[in-house]
């Protein structure tokens, strides 16, 4: 038995998804479920009840979580102490924002990151905004970029910034000689939006109710 196994075996727990739990260990599913076994015959018990189709532990697989999770805190407690020693940062920092964010505006700010920190992994995942916050509840990843974000008492949100709205068009539109354009100008314009569930698409279609504006969606995607 390895403190690796017990360490999946907690997020396994915690997410309740042999997928995810495979995404935070950076191993397949079939990896997952061969330590869960592994873990089963060295302790002769059965830790997790599989004709359930809700994910259920069994008072053994509750018994072994809990003392899991405390040698697991332990290790990680003692491995951080160790790199302090050392006067080394390490680890990896999970995170998962929308693709916006992720492909444009994240990568200066990891390559500065990493020239501080370079015995850091920084591991990226692009999501759609609900997966974002699914991932951060579930521990998939330490801190999910999100635009327009919901508050929830489970989850701490940390404000990035504010930009200006941009109006983006083709160079021959007429529009595209003004430097600044009214809302009322866009009446009636065809319009390529994000999909229906995007927060930043609920936000635009907020602020064209409010102005009584009423635009005419020809396309619509799942990220910038």
Do not use: W
Not at 105 to 127: A, C, F, G, Q
Not at 163 to 184: D, F, W
């Amino acid at each position: 038995m390895q403190i690796e196994s017990l360490k999946v075996y907690c997020d396994l727990t915690e997410t309740e998804s042999f997928t995810k739990a495979a995404q935070i260990n950076h191993i397949t599913q079939s990896a997952v479920s061969q330590q869960i076994s592994s873990l089963e015959r060295q302790f002769k018990a059965l830790l997790i009840e599989r004709s359930k189709k809700k994910f259920r532990l069994t008072r053994e697989g509750e018994l072994l979580y809990q003392a899991s999770k405390e040698i697991v805190q332990t290790y990680e407690r003692l491995h951080s102490q160790l790199q302090e020693l050392k006067d080394i940062i390490s680890g990896t920092v999970r995170v998962a924002t929308i693709y916006s964010v992720g492909l444009h505006d994240l990568p200066p700010y990891i390559k500065r990151y990493l020239k501080s920190y370079p015995t850091v992994n920084v591991h990226v995942e692009y999501r759609r905004a609900n997966q974002v916050y699914e991932d951060v509840l579930g521990n998939v990843v330490d801190l999910g970029i999100v635009s327009y974000p919901v508050r929830d008492p489970k989850l701490e949100i940390v404000p990035l910034r504010k930009e200006p709205m941009a109006l983006i068009c083709h160079p021959n539109h007429p529009l595209a000689r003004t430097k600044t354009v009214k809302l009322s100008a866009l009446a009636g314009q065809k319009f390529v939006a994000f999909e229906s569930d995007i927060p930043t698409r609920r936000a635009l279609d907020k602020v064209f109710r409010e102005h009584g504006v009423h635009v005419v969606p020809v396309m619509e995607f799942d990220n910038v």
